[in-house]
């Protein structure tokens, strides 16, 4: 897997991926945990449409789980309108509610691997 991070341009990768650090976490600790996921899935088949989305990890365990990494600069926190569609979206692609994870429990890899642990294992 080619999951890094690059130090001298402070680049965090997923399976060669540019990522956040909380996705970088998340995919640590899906892999210290033996969890089989895909990263960046577009759902719909393709990516760069307006409207179209893609969703953070797919975690194969042993079925296919929507997840989402919402660091809390972007989304306050909460969940806006914009955020409650898109799950709204997955929810009805995958007929299951997306786990989300957000940024305060996974900013370190040590509380990203308890979560996943808590959520998937």
């Known amino acids: 897997m080619i999951t890094y991070y690059d130090k001298e341009a402070n680049v965090y990768y997923v399976k060669g991926s540019h990522a956040s650090m909380y996705e970088y976490f998340v995919a640590l600790a899906l892999d210290k945990l033996k969890i089989t996921f895909t990263f960046q899935f577009a759902p719909w088949g393709f990516t760069g449409v307006r409207g179209q989305y893609i969703v953070d ?61 808590e959520k998937f294992a």
């Open 57 to 117: 990890f797919l975690v194969y365990n042993p079925m296919p789980i929507p997840c989402e990494v919402f660091g809390e600069y972007w989304h306050l926190g909460m969940l806006g309108s914009d955020d409650k569609l898109r799950l709204a979206q997955i929810e009805q692609y995958f007929n299951q509610i997306p786990v989300i994870i957000w940024g305060r429990e996974c900013d370190t890899y040590d509380k990203a691997l308890a979560t996943c642990r």
